[in-house]
């Protein structure tokens, strides 16, 4: 283990591109550097990462992390990423194992992996938008605002809003939006 860790944005050169999907927080990619780990920062977006080493692509689904953690930096590879906004979920994929934790999908040839029981052709940097849309086409990926405005009105999550919005407006967040609904509809 190395001596000293650093964060990933002190030690890797981290390329970004403008991701072109509201969906998306960031797309990234950077390629390894001679370390052996490095402090993988506590972060709550969830991430897919493709990691290349040696010709085989590795496709890993990474949840929000509530600590910092040692991660491993293996030799040689290249990895790009897509880090998903608050919000941003998959009906098939629970996120709740996924917290603090990785799960690698199947890798059916070197150009594709396996999600849900559908064969996915391995996306690059350069078109991961392209991935996105997809995903979203497919219904593999969706988004829930609600959670865009708890962060937004500096609430850490859907249970403190609820209780404030009870406490001080007499209602749920369902409520004022079903009533809100009504409103429209009566308009």
């Known amino acids: 283990m190395s001596a000293s860790l650093h964060r990933a944005a002190r030690l890797f050169s981290i ?10 927080h960031a797309i990234w990619r950077t390629r390894s550097e001679p370390a052996d780990a490095f402090i993988s920062v506590a972060r709550a977006h969830w991430t897919i990462a493709f990691t290349r080493i040696r010709g085989e692509t590795f496709v ?10 040692h991660a491993a930096i293996p030799q040689d590879a290249e990895f790009f990423g897509i880090h998903f906004r608050l919000g941003t979920y998959m009906p098939a994929l629970p ?20 999600f849900d029981g559908s064969r996915w052709e391995m996306p690059r940097f350069d078109n991961a938008d392209v991935f996105v849309e997809r995903l979203v086409r497919k219904g593999f990926l969706k988004h829930d605002p609600i959670l865009d405005v708890i962060a937004r009105a500096g609430f850490s999550d859907q249970p ?14 369902g409520e004022i939006l079903r009533e809100s609904v009504a409103f429209i509809q009566d308009f």
């Not at 890993?60 to 953690?69: F, I, Q, S, V, W």
């Not at 609820?162 to 967040?173: E, V, Y």
Request: proline share 13%; aromatic share 4%; hydrophobic share 35%.
């Open 95 to 114: 996120m709740a194992p996924l917290v603090d934790n990785a799960e690698t999908l199947p890798q059916l040839s070197p150009r594709s992996f396996l």
């Open 160 to 173: 403190h809003l609820t209780r404030s919005l009870k406490r001080f407006a007499g209602q749920t967040p």
């Open 15 to 24: 390329e970004e591109a403008d991701p072109s999907s509201p969906l998306v």
């Open 60 to 69: 890993t689904l990474r949840g929000p992390e509530t600590h910092a953690t």
